[in-house]
């Protein structure tokens, strides 16, 4: 049973560029979760999507990010135009359904480095 | 809003030192409280849970009680151990909104010498 998997490890972007970032929740969550990680911080909450909806994006940037689940295939966080700024880990998360007492279940991350 | 306070680091300690981390929490209701570890350039894994007041989380000699009076979590280890180091985040989960919400601390970082 395969664990969320994230890719690409490392991705290096110059300033005005595109990022996607994907991930692939455990098999049998519907319910992905987005968390950015600076370092020496802690993690902060992003978005929170089940397929095809955004449950709660409070924590995302109004511009520049988006996020998405689509029906088939993985979830992708999108970053437009980065700026040096966004070069952090970016860690995905994955629980099942109706999952109060569950806990996460955490990709290994996507390391973002914007030259 | 729920909130999770742990201890800063980081934490320096001697192979087989007694190790606590303190973390306390704020939430509405009756959340899940739990410890996950991050070792150096991996995700986070959960370490341990507790789902209910006075439970004890246990794992791979870490403990974490449950204290619902002074809204604590607070992990201990009696003997740590070099592959110890990591960081430690706590973490609840509590209704929000009508779905599971996580709120995480800072993390603890900590660090065992031979």
């Known amino acids: 049973n395969a664990g969320v998997m994230q890719n690409p490890r490392h991705l290096v972007r110059r300033r005005g560029q595109e990022a996607r970032l994907r991930c692939s929740p455990m098999k049998g969550h519907s319910h992905v979760y987005w968390y950015r990680q600076l370092p020496e911080e802690g993690l902060k909450f992003m978005v929170y999507?089940?397929?095809?909806?955004?449950?709660?994006e409070s924590g995302m940037p109004k511009e520049r990010f988006s996020a998405e689940f689509p029906k088939e295939g993985p979830s992708i966080l999108r970053i437009q135009q980065v700026v040096r700024g966004d070069s952090a880990a970016y860690f995905c998360a994955s629980s099942p359904p109706l999952s109060y007492n569950s806990p996460l279940h955490f990709g290994n991350g996507t390391r973002l480095t914007v030259t | 809003g729920n909130s999770v306070t742990q201890m800063e680091g980081p934490v320096t300690l001697s192979e087989e030192a007694f190790l606590t981390i303190n973390c306390t929490y704020t939430a509405t209701g009756y959340p899940s409280l739990f410890w996950y570890v991050q070792y150096p350039g991996e995700g986070l894994q959960l370490l341990l849970k507790a789902t209910k007041a006075d439970d004890k989380g246990s794992n791979k000699g870490f403990e974490a009680t449950y204290r619902k009076e002074t809204t604590s979590f607070h992990l201990e280890k009696g003997s740590v151990q070099v592959s110890d180091s990591a960081v430690y985040f706590c973490a609840l989960s509590g209704a929000s909104g009508g779905y599971q919400k996580v709120t995480f601390g800072i993390g603890t970082k900590l660090q065992v010498i031979p």
């Open positions: 999507l089940q397929k095809e909806n955004i449950i709660d």
